[in-house]
């Protein structure tokens, strides 16, 4: 697992295990709390995760082979943030742009996969894709982004 994920994890003192979800099906999450377990019940809770929350989870394991670091992390997620707060429906409709990565125009994903306007793991990929041919990093396409405003 990213470290950055396991950095959340400690920081709000659970442990997370993402559940299997599909389109239109809400994911959720099971959250242990970290207690010493001669006190803990060894209660497990369900929550739901927001959509974007789930994105998010599903970069980190998507960009996760590829090698790059926690700061190239960082820079994708305030990168993707920014183009569409991580909403796989997020469209612009003065430029065309589409999903997590602003796509334009959003057909170009469907290199990715046919299911590129609903498919939240299309988008990503294709976007990962797109970063590594195009910049080589996150980080270098998050440069790019802050000096000419696109990227």
């Known amino acids: 697992m990213h470290r950055y994920i396991i950095r959340i994890a400690a920081a709000i003192g659970c442990a997370v295990t993402v559940g299997p979800w599909a389109p239109g099906r809400t994911a959720t999450a099971e959250v242990r709390a970290d207690h010493d377990s001669a006190h803990d019940s060894g209660r497990v809770e369900a929550l739901e995760i927001s959509a974007p929350l789930r994105n998010r989870l599903l970069a980190v394991a998507l960009m996760t082979p590829r090698g790059w670091s926690d700061r190239q992390w960082r820079c994708l997620d305030r990168l993707w943030t920014r ?37 939240a793991a299309t988008q990503i990929k294709w976007g990962l894709a797109y970063i590594a041919r195009r910049y080589g990093t996150p980080c270098a396409a998050w440069d790019h982004a802050e000096a000419a405003g696109w990227y």
């Open 83 to 119: 183009e569409s707060n991580w909403n796989h429906l997020a469209r612009n409709r003065s430029s065309g742009a589409y999903g997590i990565p602003q796509a334009k125009p959003g057909s170009k994903m469907a290199s990715a996969g046919d299911d590129w306007r609903s498919s």
